[in-house]
C-alpha cells in the first residue's frame, strides 16, 4: 500500500472515531501515529518528532492571544454587560413587532465583540433575554431559536480565537482577518433580524408589544454601555492604529475588562480563580487539540494526500467556482457533526493547499482572507444545525421545558439566511474584503 493510499484510508478512520466520540485531539494522534509507523515502518521518527512538537507548537507567541481573548470573555460574562446590551437594544428596536428578538441579536452581537465565543455568547445572553421573550409572548420555538443563531456572532464578529487559528494554521495576518470579518458579522445580524422580522408575522400571533422607549430611556441606556463600546474601541481600535499587537491588544481588554467588572461589583475572589479555571480549562483544550493536529498534519504530510489532492485539481484545470462550492458543501455536512474549532484545525491543512491552486483574480493573501470568513461562516452553520448543533443544546439546557426537536424548526428560517448570505458573499469577494483594502 502507497503512503498516499494510506493518507486516504486514515481520513475516514479518523472520522469515524470522532464520530463515536473519541475525543478529536485523541483520534488525530492516534491515527497520526499510526499513519506515520505504517508510511515509515518504525516508531524513531514519532519520538523524534515529540521532543520538539509540543514545545514548538505550545511556545508560539501567537498562541499567547488564545488564553487573553478567553480570559476577556470569562470577565465579560461575569460582567453584567450582557444586561446592559440587551437593556439597550431593547429600549430602540424592542416595541416593534417582533423588536425583543432583534434586541437579542443585536445584544449578541455587541456581547460576541468582546466576548470572542459562539457558546458563551449564546448561554450568557441566553439567561438575560430568554425569560424576556418568553414573558412577553414569544413562542419556544422563536425564542430558543433566536439564541442559538445569535450565539454563532460570538466567532464572526471580532475578535474570534477561531479566525486566531485559522490565521496561524495559514500564516494569515490576524488584524486583517479581524477587519475582513466585520462586513459579513454585519450583514449576519441584519440578516437576522430580517428572518425574525418575517416570522414574527407568521408564528407570533400572542406577542405582547412592549411599550416604545423615550429618548431620555434610550439615552440612559446608553450610558451604560460605554464601558463595552470603550474596551471595543481600545482593543481593536489599538491594533488597527498600531498601538499594539493583536496579542497585545487580547491582553489589555482582558485586564481592561477584568478592572470594570471589579469595579462594578460583579467579580470577587472566588469569581476571579473560577474566570481563570474556565480559562485554563478552554485554553488546555484548544491546546491539546492542536497537539494532536501537529501529529496528524505530520503525518499527513508524509503520506502527500495535500499536495496530491491539490496537483489533481490544479491538473483537471476545473472550474475554481465550482471546487470552493464544493469545499463549502463538505464544512457544512461536516459542521452537522463536529463543532468549528476541531473543523477548522481538522480540515485547513487538508483544503487550503487546494484552495491555493484555484485562481480567483485576486492576490493570494485577498483570496486567503476571503476564504478563512467564508470557512467561518460555514463552519459556525453547524453550531445550529442538527444532529449536533451546539448552541442549541446550551439554549436547550436553560429552556429544559422546551423539546429539543421544537428548537430545530425555529432554526431552520435563521441556517436559510445564513446560507443565502454565504452565496452573497461568496459570489461578491469584494464585501468582504472592502474594508481590509480601505484600512490597509
Not at 425564542?143 to 466567532?155: F, I, K, N, P, R
Not at 499527513?300 to 463549502?328: C, K
Not at 428548537?407 to 474594508?435: E, N
Request: aromatic share 12%; proline share 5%; hydrophobic share 55%.
Amino acid at each position: 500500500m502507497s503512503s498516499f493510499e494510506i493518507g486516504l484510508y486514515a481520513l475516514p478512520v479518523m472520522l469515524m472515531l470522532i464520530l463515536a466520540r473519541v475525543p478529536i485531539m485523541l483520534s488525530m494522534l492516534v491515527v497520526g501515529i499510526f499513519g506515520q509507523y505504517l508510511i515509515l515502518g518504525n516508531w524513531n521518527p514519532f519520538f523524534a518528532q515529540m521532543k520538539t512538537v509540543t514545545y514548538s507548537t505550545f511556545s508560539n507567541y501567537s498562541l499567547s492571544v488564545i488564553p487573553m481573548f478567553l480570559l476577556m470573555g470569562q470577565f465579560a460574562s461575569r460582567g453584567g454587560m450582557s444586561k446592559a446590551l440587551f437593556r439597550v437594544a431593547k429600549t430602540f428596536v424592542g416595541h416593534r413587532r417582533g423588536g425583543l428578538a432583534q434586541a437579542a441579536i443585536v445584544a449578541c452581537g455587541g456581547f460576541g465583540a468582546i466576548c470572542g465565543s459562539s457558546l458563551a455568547t449564546a448561554a450568557t445572553m441566553g439567561q438575560v433575554a430568554l425569560p424576556e421573550l418568553r414573558k412577553h409572548g414569544y413562542s419556544n420555538k422563536l425564542s430558543t431559536a433566536v439564541l442559538a443563531a445569535g450565539g454563532t456572532l460570538g466567532v464572526l464578529i471580532p475578535p474570534s480565537v477561531v479566525l486566531v487559528i485559522y490565521a496561524i494554521l495559514t500564516e494569515q495576518n490576524i488584524a486583517k482577518l479581524f477587519i475582513a470579518a466585520f462586513i459579513p458579522g454585519f450583514l449576519a445580524i441584519f440578516g437576522y433580524m430580517v428572518t425574525i422580522w418575517i416570522l414574527a408575522r407568521l408564528w407570533e400571533k400572542d406577542e405582547v408589544p412592549i411599550k416604545r422607549a423615550s429618548v431620555a430611556e434610550r439615552l440612559i441606556a446608553l450610558r451604560d454601555i460605554w464601558p463595552v463600546i470603550g474596551i471595543f474601541m481600545l482593543v481593536i481600535g489599538g491594533i488597527y492604529l498600531g498601538w499594539f499587537t493583536p496579542t497585545e491588544g487580547a491582553a489589555v481588554g482582558a485586564s481592561a475588562t477584568g478592572l470594570y467588572t471589579f469595579i462594578n461589583g460583579e467579580l470577587d475572589k472566588d469569581g476571579f480563580i473560577n474566570a481563570i479555571l474556565e480559562t485554563a480549562t478552554s485554553t488546555a483544550m484548544i491546546f491539546a487539540i492542536l497537539l494532536g493536529a501537529a501529529v496528524f498534519n505530520s503525518f499527513l504530510a508524509f503520506s502527500r494526500v495535500p499536495f496530491e489532492a491539490a496537483s489533481f485539481i490544479q491538473d483537471m484545470n476545473a472550474n475554481p467556482w465550482i471546487v470552493l462550492s464544493v469545499i463549502l458543501i463538505l464544512y457544512l455536512i461536516l459542521g452537522c457533526f463536529m463543532d468549528s474549532l476541531s473543523m477548522i484545525i481538522l480540515t485547513i491543512p487538508v483544503f487550503f493547499p487546494v484552495f491555493q491552486t484555484l485562481d480567483f483574480g485576486m492576490t493570494p493573501e485577498n483570496a486567503a482572507l476571503w476564504f478563512g470568513v467564508l470557512v467561518l461562516i460555514v463552519v459556525e452553520v453547524g453550531l445550529i444545525t442538527p444532529p449536533v448543533g451546539m448552541n442549541l443544546f446550551v439554549i436547550n439546557k436553560l429552556a429544559k421545558d422546551v423539546p429539543l426537536s421544537e428548537s430545530f424548526k425555529g432554526v431552520l428560517p435563521f441556517v436559510l439566511s445564513d446560507l443565502v448570505r454565504v452565496v452573497i458573499l461568496t459570489a461578491f469577494p469584494a464585501i468582504t474584503l472592502f474594508a481590509v483594502h480601505m484600512l490597509f
